[in-house]
């Protein structure tokens, strides 16, 4: 699968960062790409560009707060989740998404 | 060079004392205090609990990670501190919610955006180092400041390996899509 994912945390520091490495190594191990934008204290950072969400099979939003542009995802299908599962779950996530979608 | 002021060996102790997560987060602004890295112990330990009441911050491997934006910060930095005992820790790994700590990673941040934000990038990349397994499992077992250095400052693949504790099993999750 493609996927694309933004974290974003309510102090915007810790896990927020933290998440996105942890979901960046589980898609690898489970051989899916990925691109994980952080929305933390340092500002928007990897940012996904129109064209990384076009080629998304799906969108992860592993979020505390509100995830700021939204409306590029539109039309998209989205896994809304915690920070917290994403930060005990990652590779359960991803393979449970793997899953639904009966892609690889 | 900011690195040298987030990372410092002054601001890492490995006889972190006391036996609730109250005592050792006292202690640690103490040394905070002390290395002029905060101006006021008390307003720091607020706004760090301030971050503590919206969610855990145990991170699984007898790690913590408190962090919060205080006005008080002087400097920005990350506090590194190995506990003399496991402190009992509200944790998101844990079913229970709780984990024992034995070490913490207090992040002490400028609530001042323009001040932290030459900083934040640096932050955010060596809080992003925590999300590997391999070098979590690695510092839980650290013994020497410059041993825990060493390993949040390497790469990813100069790592090795290393059993790493409370491996996660694969399950299905109850997800909406």
Redo the contacts between chains.
Sequence with gaps: MKIVAVTAC??G??H???????L??AAEELGHDIKVE?Q????I?NELTAEDIANAD?VIYSH?IAVRGASRFAGK?I???P???A???????I???E???GAK | MPLNEILNKDIIDLNVQGSTKDEVLRYMASVLLKNGYISDEDVFIKDIYEREAEGPTGMGSHISIPHGKSFSVLKNGIMIGKTVQPIRWESSMSDDGFQDTQLIFLFCVSADAEFARNHMMLLSELAGKLGNDVRVAKLSKAQTKEEILDLILCEDDQLGEAEVLEAEEIVDLDIDL
Excluded: C, F, R
């Design positions: 309510t102090a520091i810790a927020t960062y933290i998440v996105a490495e942890k960046q190594k952080t933390g204290s340092a500002g950072e799906v505390d299908k896994v809304d989740v920070i917290s599962t930060m005990k779950q990652p590779k359960s996530l393979s449970t998404i899953k639904k979608l």
